[in-house]
């Protein structure tokens, strides 16, 4: 290529010189470049280039009822809000019998359950020997431990209207129900940060990706919301086929899963906000979706559903 150019360089020189009045043109090379194609190992280097991968739509198949009433239970179950852990165990926070139950994930029973004093509203996983809880009324978070009996380790308030908590990079996020806020708190009780946005009114849930880069909301008036760690907003989905968004759970997989209580279904969202499909659709029943959560392999989904004392768990079928 290099002598097909100076060919091409000398023709247009020697057309030159028979229009030109000068005599000859010499050429001086830069013999700096050749020093420094000496000291060049390679021409250039190869990297690979990261693509995303398309998230699918889950595909369900069946879904079989569990009983979570245990005899002590003197009301009705409200399974508020539901966590699965590392080895399928389904810890569920039930709101009406002021109980964490904890779900055996061979044989779908309750295994045991921990009391506490007042209704619990949210329950996160920590990791697979802790959870986090929140104590509605009280504005109190409960930090439990789940190694042998259910036990609380550490508990602090906060200093405002608290109604949801998420976990994510070793910190906790709790909204707060007047001003639609999210705080960020250490698991010792120190607030660190505040994210907030005029798109939250009624914030009824939130997830946090593992790097604590989006935050997802679950507003009742405005859909799914998506904001960076500067309260920056990603994504807004506010559509007809997400009426009262009361749920948000981030799953393993990566996708977004959020509940309608009015609409009373679930639809998956990509990690960026994007909605992906419809998962579970409204089947003419009464009872509300209260809670979504998946077991960490992506094979099973857990709904829990308003004053019920049953949950539904679906099969997920491999997405190819």
Not at 41 to 63: C, R
Not at 86 to 111: P, W
Not at 235 to 248: E, I, P, R, S, V
Request: proline fraction near 2%; charge should be neutral.
């Amino acid at each position: 290529m290099a002598e097909d150019a100076a060919n091409v360089a000398n023709k247009y020189m020697e057309h030159a010189k028979m229009k030109s009045t000068v005599e000859d043109i010499e050429f001086q090379r830069d013999r700096t470049i050749v020093t420094q194609l000496e000291e060049k190992k390679t021409l250039d280097t190869l990297t690979e280039k990261l693509t995303k991968s398309p998230v699918n739509l889950f595909q369900i198949k069946g879904n079989q009822s569990y009983n979570v009433k245990v005899n002590s239970d003197n009301i009705d179950c409200n399974i508020t809000s539901a966590c699965c852990m590392e080895d399928g165990t389904i810890i569920l926070a039930d709101y009406n019998n002021n109980k964490l139950k904890r779900l055996h994930s061979y044989s779908r029973t309750v295994r045991d359950y921990y009391h506490i004093p007042e209704d619990p509203w949210t329950v996160c996983m920590i990791n697979n020997t802790k959870v986090a809880v929140l104590i509605h009324s009280k504005w109190q978070v409960l930090l439990i431990s789940l190694e042998g009996k259910m036990k609380t380790t550490n508990k602090f308030k906060t200093d405002f209207k608290s109604n949801r908590l998420a976990y994510a990079n070793n910190n906790l996020y709790i909204s707060e129900m007047d001003t639609a806020s999210v705080y960020m708190y250490t698991l010792s009780g120190r607030k660190l940060k505040q994210f907030g946005h005029k798109l939250l009114s009624s914030l009824h849930s939130l997830a946090v990706s593992k790097d604590a880069t989006r935050i997802y909301v679950a507003d009742y008036n405005n859909g799914l919301i998506v904001l960076d760690n500067n309260s920056q907003v990603i994504t807004a989905f506010n559509d007809g086929q997400l009426k009262g968004a009361n749920c948000c759970y981030l799953t393993e997989a990566g996708s977004v899963l959020v509940s309608g209580v009015v609409s009373n279904n679930v639809l998956q969202f990509t990690p960026d906000g994007d909605l992906i499909g419809e998962v579970i659709k409204a089947d003419g029943r009464k009872e509300k979706i209260n809670s979504v959560c998946c077991n960490q392999q992506m094979t099973k989904m857990c709904i829990s559903r308003w004053q019920e004392d049953n949950i539904e768990v679906y099969d997920i079928l491999p997405v190819k």
